[in-house]
């Protein structure tokens, strides 16, 4: 079996092979955050075309790199540790996530109102610089691996107990080459944030935060991303249009959870709007799935039907044309009411309809709605190390 399984892998389309960070439209897409973040020095940027590149562009990344499909056994048995790894939310989670969040928002609306914003801001000041580093870190790992396998090898291997009164336990710490190399560079922009407080190293590590975020928060099924957009759908129009909680504390929070796009950098005066990311991160999960999904669909035909794998993702497309729009949508919307308007109000209905539609044409509702992703690990398990997988059984969400 191993050798017709390899044969099999070897056919996979290359932009779906492990390390999807190779694909060359993630490059380009890179690219383009550099560019865009950057030119605002040069000319003025439209706020619409920044708006719109900075958020698809890293929905875009973050969707590929929560994505692989394995290449031989080694890769395959790292890929099911990461997955193993990543935070999956249940049906339950999804629907609390919006009472989770409202908690959390008015919490910070009444401290901001009660106690000195400065003291509030420096604590989230400490507390996202220091989540930035790792995030900014991990994916400057992951394109020195890219740019040389060698960064991948790891140099520190150890063991480290830990025991103190009533708890004891044992952390596996390695370290690869590239990830101590990205360590290193992420210590001066994370400094230099810390210490100025600029717009492009907040934009730098929002959209670490971003990528990061659609890249580990794994939505199990299409009935929990559909419970968890609706959800939010409800939450930030409440928030938004019942309410002054959620601008107030978007503009009164001073850390990287909202990147910022200059109107006019030449100005005497320059002004910035914003997008939370938020409006990125929980729409992007979704738009993550459903490539997932194509994904497996491409690894079921090559380990069950034994078919040419295609390069289609029509799921992820239309899910990610639907984002697009919607969130032109939303740039209009608020200039034409020169308001804050709730994003998810239009990028909720784009992604979850979008992909309503693609799955009534293909005559695929039902096959979406029970498609579970631990089902196609177990599979891919089965196939790729060549026995029956061991994964504990688990009782499907209700």
């Keep these: 079996m191993a050798g017709q399984t390899d044969n099999a892998v070897a056919t996979a389309p290359a932009h779906l092979r492990l390390n999807t960070f190779s694909n060359a439209k993630s490059g380009a897409a890179y690219l383009l955050l550099a560019l865009i973040n950057l030119l605002p020095y040069v000319v003025p940027v439209p706020i619409s075309v920044q708006l719109f590149i900075n958020s698809v562009a890293c929905l875009y990344i973050g969707s590929y790199r929560s994505i692989s499909l394995a290449v031989d056994k080694e890769s395959f048995v790292k890929h099911l540790a990461k997955k193993a790894a990543s935070e999956k939310m249940t049906s339950k989670d999804a629907y609390l996530f919006p009472v989770y969040g409202s908690g959390v928002l008015f919490g910070l609306y009444v401290l901001f109102k009660y106690v000195p914003k400065e003291y509030l801001n420096m604590l989230l000041t400490v507390y996202f610089t220091f989540l930035g580093f790792f995030c900014l870190a991990q994916l400057l790992d992951s394109i020195f691996e890219t740019l040389s396998p060698s960064f991948g090898e790891n140099v520190v291997k150890t063991k480290i107990p830990i025991k103190i009164p009533l708890y004891s336990t044992v952390i596996d710490l390695e370290l690869t080459r590239g990830w101590i190399l990205a360590a290193l560079v992420s210590i001066l922009p994370t400094a230099a944030y810390y210490l100025t407080k600029h717009w492009l190293l907040n934009n730098l590590f ?182 029956t997988a061991t994964a504990t059984e688990k009782p499907k969400e209700q």
């Design 206 to 387: 929002g959209i670490a935060f971003s990528i990061a975020g659609i890249q580990n928060l794994t939505l199990p099924s299409f009935k929990v991303g559909f419970i968890l957009l609706w959800g939010l759908f409800f939450y930030d129009i409440f928030w938004v249009y019942g309410t002054d909680v959620m601008v107030t504390v978007a503009k009164s929070v001073d850390a990287p959870i909202k990147l910022f796009f200059p109107i006019n950098m030449f100005a005497e005066e320059v002004k910035f709007s914003m997008l939370g990311l938020g409006d990125i991160v929980i729409p992007g999960v979704f738009v993550a799935m459903c490539l997932r999904y194509d994904v497996d669909k491409i690894i079921r035909q090559v380990f069950v039907e034994k078919l040419k794998p295609s390069r289609y993702t029509p799921y992820f497309n239309w899910c990610f044309v639907g984002y697009s729009l919607a969130i032109i949508v939303t740039f209009q919307v608020m200039i034409i009411f020169n308001h804050a308007q709730p994003a998810l109000l239009y990028l909720v209905p784009g992604c979850t309809f979008s992909v309503l539609i693609q799955a009534l044409l293909k005559n695929e509702t039902k096959e979406i709605f029970a498609y579970e992703e631990e089902d196609q690990v177990k599979l891919q398990e089965e196939a790729i190390l060549g026995k």
